[in-house]
């Protein structure tokens, strides 16, 4: 253990950058990277020390949707609404009041330095684990399995909207201990793919902490707790340790790693409390998302009240193949799909994209939203700044059919 602290201490690296709150975009791609190494490094550290918690490396998953599981049986009593077990909700739970100065220091420095700092996060995330784990629940939707995470004592629990699919489903929810309850899914806002269900059994519940975004920083250790393949008695709920590495509008990234079941289970800061749902899954393991908990709480009475709103997107989507990360200028372009429009238009990797179609370009989210509110077939016109050159490039979009929610990029 002592040799891996020392080369840790010589190879660290630590992230430069300091996201601002919520619902703005993060500026600094660079310090994303650092917080992204750094986390992985003591990731592989603390996965020999947490063995008993099943940490979790796998990086590729098949979407939730595909996993088969128990369907759950009609609940006794209700009628075709569902209504009967539903019929009082509580308003948005409070996010009790924390400070950073209740953490351990060496959870507030921008990386560990010492041994004594990486026991105090061993110790720290052991603590948190016992805490939050029992309010992780396994969910089986019509066949289909996912996670969730139970938020009040009556039974509200927070999914992803392509988890719950639809209001007034039939839910089976697993608890880690093997205990199961039934109940219903409530609202899905497919726009920012969050859901909400409730059990529909009688108890109180253990459930988890509401917190808040709001003086979340860039490098911000998180942990990711899940079902992933289904409940499984062999094993306890597996958890994975990261860092926020992009605070953007309407998502937020970590370099937690995600696997098919993952979907709808629950992002908890260092202070225990529910800041994200898990979303999407990347190609790369650094490039996970999660439904802010902000989602949440502006559509609560939607949700409450059993909406569905956004559509799923099952058609043709529009497609250049270019991805990005936030600019200070715009969208700087990370990667480029061979055969793509983006590389047929002869758009390069660390192109920035400063306005489309004459409307500047805040972030990499505004860039998506431009490709997917574009017909196949119609044009974009690029501004695009290449080291010191200002250039215009023409984009023709084209359809490509959707593949689930495991993939993202326009």
Same mark, same amino acid.
């Given at each position: ?20 709150? /919520? ?41 939730? /949707? ?20 539903? +019929? ?33 996060? /061993? ?210 372009? /990370? ?42 077939? +119609? ?9 010191? +050159? ?21």
């Amino acid at each position: 253990m002592v040799s891996i602290a020392r080369i840790f201490l010589v190879r660290g690296h630590q992230p430069s950058g300091r996201s601002r709150c /919520e619902g703005q975009s993060s500026r600094n791609h660079g310090a994303g990277t650092a917080a992204s190494r750094t986390s992985f490094i003591v990731w592989c550290i603390l996965a020999a020390l947490l063995s008993p918690l099943h940490l979790s490396a796998s990086d590729k998953a098949a979407p939730p /949707e595909t996993q088969a599981a128990g369907r759950p049986q009609p609940l006794p009593g209700d009628d075709s609404t569902g209504k009967s077990a539903l +019929e009082s909700l509580p308003a948005f739970p409070k996010s009790p009041p924390v400070a950073r100065e209740d953490l351990p220091r060496a959870l507030r420095k921008d990386a560990p330095s010492s041994l004594d700092d990486l026991k105090a996060i /061993e110790s720290h995330v052991r603590e948190l684990v016992a805490r939050v784990s029992p309010a992780v629940v396994a969910v089986s939707v019509n066949g289909a399995t996912g996670s969730g995470v139970v938020i009040s004592e009556d039974g509200l629990v927070l999914t992803a909207a392509h988890v719950s699919s639809e209001p007034n489903r039939d839910v089976l929810f697993t608890f880690p201990d093997g205990k199961t309850a039934r109940g219903k899914t409530l609202g899905t806002n497919h726009e920012m793919d969050a859901g909400l269900m409730k059990i529909a059994d009688k108890g109180q519940w253990p459930y988890a902490e509401i917190g808040a975004l709001t003086e979340a920083r860039l490098g911000d250790w998180v942990l990711a707790l899940g079902h992933p393949g289904g409940y499984d008695p062999q094993r306890p709920t597996v958890v994975r340790l990261g860092r926020i590495i992009r605070l953007g509008s309407g998502m937020l990234q970590t370099d937690c790693t995600l696997i098919g079941g993952d979907s709808g289970g629950p992002l908890f800061d260092m202070h225990g409390q529910v800041v994200g749902i898990h979303s999407r899954i990347s190609d790369s393991v650094a490039a996970n998302f999660h439904v802010p908990i902000a989602a949440y709480r502006e559509s609560w009475d939607r949700l409450a009240k059993g909406e569905n709103w956004g559509g799923r997107r099952t058609g043709p989507r529009s497609f250049v193949g270019a991805r990005g990360v936030d600019h200070p200028e715009g969208c700087q372009l /990370e990667r480029i799909e061979q055969d793509s429009p983006a590389s047929r238009a002869e758009l390069k990797v660390g192109d920035i994209v400063t306005k489309v179609n004459g409307k500047k370009v805040k972030d990499y989210d505004a860039f998506r939203e431009w490709v997917a509110e574009t017909k196949p077939g +119609e044009e974009l016109t690029l501004a695009i700044k290449r080291d010191d +050159e200002e250039l215009s490039v023409t984009v023709t979009v084209e359809a490509r059919r959707w593949r689930g929610r495991g993939r993202s990029g326009p």
